[in-house]
């Protein structure tokens, strides 16, 4: 797992258990001070930029599904919603999105 902090948020890269090549992006986050001003949109391309850079081929994320503003970061930089899923733990639906990174998914 790698850790990533700019001066507008952070997020963690590990590579999926058995499958190396495909990266799980999570963690993702900007601080409530800075949301709205478009950091978001800037920290999704530093991660997919670290993601390509540590030689992934494809990467994986969830968001919840009412997080609108982490989806439309999501859709706006290429990633595609794969699947959603009640999650028990947090008691509401939960989406699974994919990014190819080389841009074939």
Not at 56 to 74: E, M, R, S
Not at 91 to 100: A, H
Request: charge should be positive.
């Amino acid at each position: 797992m790698t850790r990533h902090a700019t001066k507008y948020g952070a997020y963690e890269i590990t590579p999926l258990p058995g499958q190396p090549q495909v990266a799980v992006c999570h963690g993702f986050m900007v601080p409530t001070s800075l949301r709205g001003n478009g950091y978001g949109h800037r920290l999704k391309q530093d991660q997919i930029g670290a993601v390509a850079a540590q030689m992934h081929d494809f990467a994986i994320c969830t968001v919840a599904a009412g997080n609108a503003a982490q989806k439309k970061i999501l859709a706006t930089a290429g990633w595609v919603k794969l699947a959603e899923f009640f999650n028990t733990r947090s008691n509401e639906m939960t989406e699974l999105w994919g990014f190819g990174v080389k841009g074939d998914e």
